[in-house]
């Protein structure tokens, strides 16, 4: 899919950041509050829930930022050596994303972990991609329909004709 629409690659790359952190702040703040409340003792529930929150929504926004960052950033590199936009762009990125957040795991864990990213990535173009097909079936033109013959004006049929009307 092709965003023909979407900000310069620099802008694009701090928008997917924050957006990202934002995202990972989020669920982390709901994740993180329901299993604080549940793992605490009864009558401690509500500051336990906040204290996890606090504790770790923060370091859940900052994986998923990260992720988003560097994602963005060999989206947009790919694009600028390939001059294209397709779906291979997101592929190929989440491949390297994938691949550069496990290298320190060593090189056979960071090919697995870009292969498995790489894969992701190709479903979400594959669904997006079929979504969008799904969505333009509905929006095909129609052609108007054509009056009969003898039909009135603004598509009613004519009255027929009898003896006492002639």
């Not at 979407?6 to 694009?12: E, L, N, T």
Request: glycine share 16%.
């Amino acid at each position: 899919m092709a965003a023909h629409d979407r900000d310069p690659c620099p802008y694009v790359i701090l928008n997917d950041f924050g957006g990202a952190f934002a995202m990972g702040v989020v669920g982390g703040t709901i994740w993180h509050g329901i299993k604080g409340a549940k793992n605490a003792p009864r009558g401690f529930r509500m500051p336990s829930s906040i204290a996890a929150i606090k504790a770790r929504a923060p370091v859940l926004g900052g994986n998923f930022g990260v992720w988003g960052g560097m994602f963005s950033s060999y989206d947009c590199a790919i694009k600028g050596i390939r001059q294209k936009e397709d779906s291979w762009n997101a592929i190929m990125a989440g491949f390297m994303t994938g691949g550069s957040l496990a290298i320190r795991s060593g090189p056979k864990t960071a090919v697995g972990s870009g292969i498995m990213c790489g894969i992701l990535l190709g479903c979400f173009e594959g669904v997006g991609a079929l979504v969008q097909r799904f969505m333009a079936e509905g929006n095909k033109q129609v052609a108007p329909m054509i009056p009969e013959a003898g039909a009135a004006p603004g598509g009613a049929p004519a009255l027929p004709q009898t003896a006492s009307s002639a």
